[in-house]
């Protein structure tokens, strides 16, 4: 039998924080990867032409700079290959009326962009940034450690710089608030665009704060990509986990977590090989299944009702193609080339999406897009002269007639959608594409299991499901009712996005009940020579 302190089941980005800090930590770590390759949601693959590297779910790296695993560089990952890139302009949003918006990195030249709509717009854009300041440090603070109490959550909120008005900000929608505080329409569509771009639904109670966190965070950091595609991220993170005497195997699906005297001992994967855990293990598996592979019986009655509550985001589909030239846009200023391109004619677009939606129906009059060329940044990501580019909009996994139906209709919708996208450039069309891979909501769910119900976000961020909800109240400490067994990815706090705070905060947890620490794992890291 193989026999470790931490066997960890899954190889997502978060998991694999989690396994590095406990083999900084000094801890014999495993982990178990079901796919062929690790990374889950932060892969890269060679999805369309050789020498073409796509990423099939996340591409952006924004939340994770303010992680302090980033902010203070504890892991030290640039040792190990991890370059991130920061796009300028961060974004381009071009409308078919001809008329465009552009956020540049420059604050300045942003607020320039919008007072060309409205002088009232730019500066109700700043007054926004200086109240994120001050709001910052408390949401900060709540999504770098294990949730609170509600009622704990409340009083700080009320204790913070902008006290009462914070707490109303955090009931509010996010739709609300821009709406009050912006007043010409592109700007609207503007930031609405922005503000949703964790697919929560910004009409949604307790979403306001999405629209000040996104957009500061969009304006302070980019769009940022990691320098070659965003398995470079995983990657490194296994380099920090083999070089501590970690293990990595892929392609060994956990299809039971062991449990022994009310305790997880280790887990069996699909092939019959056991995998004995003297410490701990920890789970990335998706909340849903957990049951099915820990054993009902292993799990509180009010657990599994929480699990069984539990309910999905909004979800994705998703083009890739080869390009001979990058795609140019239609702005005010001229075509160009931009990393990132936000398509939202209007608040009413983004109304009339999230009631298709919620039937389980398609409306693409005027779909919603987040289109993504990285190769004008990154020219690693393809052959000399070439382009990835990367089209998505936000269709439902749940349609009226089944999920199975996008097998059927994933290609005319590709075509459609790329149809409506070409009018908002000078030069999108077949003639400058070279392959393409389309994958629907099911397909994602196809491709990582934890991606249920075609969600990469684990499982929707409702108040419901978030902080002291998440996955399930009462534990959303990292730790499950198993002793021994713990819990990390987009399923648990603070949910979903490449932020790494899922991991970080289950490493200090575990590393805690093991009678280490972060800060161990930490001083371990700045021992390592240069």
Known sequence: MNSYDIVVAGAGHNSLLTAAYAARAGFKVLVLEGAPRIGGDTSSEELTLPGFIHDPCATAHNLIQSNPLMRDNELRLDRYGLTYLYPDPVFTMPFLDGRSLTMW???????????????????????????????APVVNDERENPPRPPAEVEARTRASALGEKMLDLRRRSALDIIIERFEEPHARAFFAWIAFMTLHPIDEPESGLLAFSLVAGRQRFSWILPRGGSSQLPDALARIIEENGGTILTSRWVSRIIVEGGRATGVMTADGSIYSARRAVVSAIHITDLPG?????????????????????LTMFVSHYALSEAPRFRTESGPTESVTMGGLESLESLSNMLRAFRLGQLDLREPVFLAITPTVIDPTRAPAGHHTFKVISFLPYSLAEGPERWDRTKADISALLFERLARLSTNLSPRIVLAQHVDSPLDLERRNPANWRGSCHGGASSP????????????????????????????????????????RNCARILLGDLGSSLAVAIGAGASVPE
Do not use: K
């Open 105 to 135: 990195r420059d604050l300045d030249r942003t607020c320039d962009e919008l007072a060309r709509f409205s002088a009232a717009d730019a500066s109700a854009y700043r007054q926004l940034l200086a109240d994120w300041q001050l709001m």
């Open 293 to 313: 592979i820990v054993g009902e019986e292993n799990l509180t009655t009010e657990y599994r009702e929480g699990v069984a509550r539990w309910q999905p985001s």
């Open 464 to 503: 419901g499901q978030s902080g002291y909800h998440r996955p399930v109240e009462g534990w959303s400490s990292y730790r499950t009712p198993v002793n021994g067994l713990y819990q990390t990815g987009a399923c648990t706090h603070p949910g979903g996005s490449v932020s790494g705070l899922p991991g």
